[in-house]
Nanobody, 115 residues
């Protein structure tokens, strides 16, 4: 069964760091582009970062220089290292991928940054 499961969210003070993890199963992980999205209260879901199957990295302007996305194909894991966190980074963070048939979303992990 295809599945994405996030972990690593929590409460952190502004300026702090968190690392989110996403475990994939049932997918041909190494061939798939992987992304992190986030959705803050009363806002639309937005792309945070992506890592393609060949390692190309894409970041939202709002997180460039602070967040780092990475993947481990052997473990079928994707990570989001978040540094210098700001209150505006508070959101539910989702792992995402797609194949030729459908989109796959994780259940989300909550990140709260206090000022």
């Amino acid at each position: 069964q295809e599945q994405l499961v996030e972990s690593g969210g929590g409460l952190v003070q502004a300026g702090g760091s968190l690392t989110l993890s996403c475990a994939a199963s049932g997918l041909v992980f190494r061939l798939m582009d992987m992304s992190w999205y986030r959705q803050a209260p009363a806002k639309e879901r937005e792309l945070v970062a992506s890592v393609t199957s060949i390692g190309r990295l894409i970041y939202a302007d709002s997180v460039k220089g602070r967040f780092t996305i990475s993947r481990d194909n052997a473990k079928k894991m994707v990570y989001l290292q978040m540094n210098s966190l700001k209150p505006e980074d508070t959101a539910d963070y989702y792992c995402y991928t797609k194949d030729g048939v459908r989109d796959y979303w994780g259940q989300g992990t909550q990140v709260t940054v206090s000022s």
